[in-house]
């Protein structure tokens, strides 16, 4: 079963290394989104497990956290996985007492441990 991935707010180059990431680990389909509205849209119209986060968006300078926190208070959509893409700790833990998954930085993707992490929400066992 694929899977898939929003990805929001990352500029081109990181969202291809999260997309070749994610690919050589799981079966998915990472779509994109470059702000709140467009992704708000998607999530409302499209099913998706998993939202992947930037905490600053790249094209518009919008605010990641708001994102996280509007999904996540969101009764239509707020069950589905949201996820912060950052490396500064302070900020993971601000986005998880907003309701997301622990997430990861782009500086984590050759963790070996981030695959474990991830297939939480994107194995077929989930």
């Known amino acids: 079963m694929t899977h898939r991935v929003l990805s929001v707010g990352q500029c081109g180059m990181d969202h291809g290394s ?3 990431f994610l ?7 990472v779509e994109q989104a470059h702000g709140t509205d ?3 849209d998607k999530l409302r119209n499209d099913l998706f497990n998993l939202v992947l986060v930037n905490r600053v968006f ?3 300078g919008g605010d990641g956290m708001g994102l996280i926190q509007q999904v996540c208070q969101d009764d239509s959509i707020g069950d589905i996985p949201v ?3 950052s490396n500064y700790p302070d900020y993971q833990a601000q986005a998880v007492a ?3 998954a622990p997430g990861f930085g782009k ?9 474990g992490h991830l ?3 994107l194995s077929d066992q989930s």
């Open 83 to 85: 996820m912060l893409v």
């Open 119 to 121: 297939a939480t929400f």
């Open 23 to 29: 690919n050589q680990h799981f079966d998915v389909s």
């Open 107 to 115: 500086s984590g993707l050759n963790s070996p441990d981030l695959p």
């Open 18 to 20: 999260i997309s070749r």
């Open 98 to 100: 907003l309701g997301a």
């Open 38 to 40: 467009q992704a708000l």
């Open 58 to 60: 790249d094209q518009h």
